[in-house]
T-cell receptor, first 116, second 111 residues
Framework: DADVTQTPRNRITKTGKRIMLECSQT?????MYWYRQDPGLGLRLIYY???????NKGEISDGYSVSRQAQAKFSLSLESAIPNQTALYFC???????????????FGPGTRLTVL | GIQVEQSPPDLILQEGANSTLRCNFS?????LQWFHQNPWGQLINLFY???GTKQNGRLSATTVATERYSLLYISSSQTTDSGVYFC?????????????FGQGTTLQVKP
């Protein structure tokens, strides 16, 4: 079984709808991240969380919210979807350690979201 | 913020050829990862290499942190190597795990 899973894998929705993307992990990592990828570009960080009660904004958090329901689950919500939120969304996890320690990130398979 | 630049942006190879992809970054880093994004969009971890050299089969990577660059070597390329290769870094003074991605190198390997 995959260590980091995302649901749904594909979603088409309409402008103004609320949508939730879910991420689960079995790696036992404390840290979880949501990234967005636009066509032809690298990934950009939306939100990240270090534990259940910790939520931090990333580079492009406007229009998004997140919920860390448990160590293993991190959800991303679009409160009122708009067409320029059409993108590929990735969840990632990493372990925690001091600066310079092993903090490799592992990514889920991605959710392809289309907002019409 | 830290800048990450990858070169070349596009690369076309014949099967069996070798290639070198480069990643330059503008500040010290405590995390550097190379990823391969396959044609289905999945991100595959290739290397975690904030410094030094690592090898995994036909792929190897070297990061010279003091000179702020990393190189990914692909030898005897295969059609399955096609896709986009990303370099991503975390700024050296940070311990947030926030990765900054380069724009990627798109590789096409022709049979």
């Amino acid at each position: 079984d995959a260590d980091v899973t995302q649901t749904p894998r594909n979603r088409i929705t309409k402008t103004g709808k609320r949508i939730m993307l879910e991420c689960s992990q079995t790696k036992g990592h404390d840290r979880m991240y949501w990234y967005r990828q636009d066509p032809g570009l690298g990934l950009r960080l939306i939100y990240y969380s270090f534990d259940v009660k910790d939520i931090n904004k990333g580079e492009i958090s406007d229009g998004y919210s997140v919920s860390r329901q448990a160590q293993a689950k991190f959800s991303l919500s679009l409160e009122s979807a708009i067409p320029n939120q059409t993108a590929l969304y990735f969840c990632a996890t990493s372990d925690f350690g001091p600066v310079g320690s092993y903090n490799e990130q592992f990514f889920g398979p991605g959710t392809r979201l289309t907002v019409l | 913020g830290i800048q990450v630049e990858q070169s070349p942006p596009d690369l076309i190879l014949q099967e069996g050829a070798n290639s070198t992809l480069r990643c330059n970054f503008s500040d010290s880093v405590n995390n550097l990862q190379w990823f391969h994004q396959n044609p289905w969009g999945q991100l595959i971890n290739l290397f975690y290499i904030p410094s030094g050299t690592k090898q995994n089969g036909r792929l190897s990577a070297t990061t010279v942190a003091t000179e702020r660059y990393s190189l990914l070597y692909i030898s005897s390329s295969q059609t399955t190597d096609s896709g986009v290769y990303f370099c991503a870094v975390e700024r050296g003074s940070s311990n947030t795990g926030k990765l900054i991605f380069g724009q990627g190198t798109t590789l096409q390997v022709k049979p």
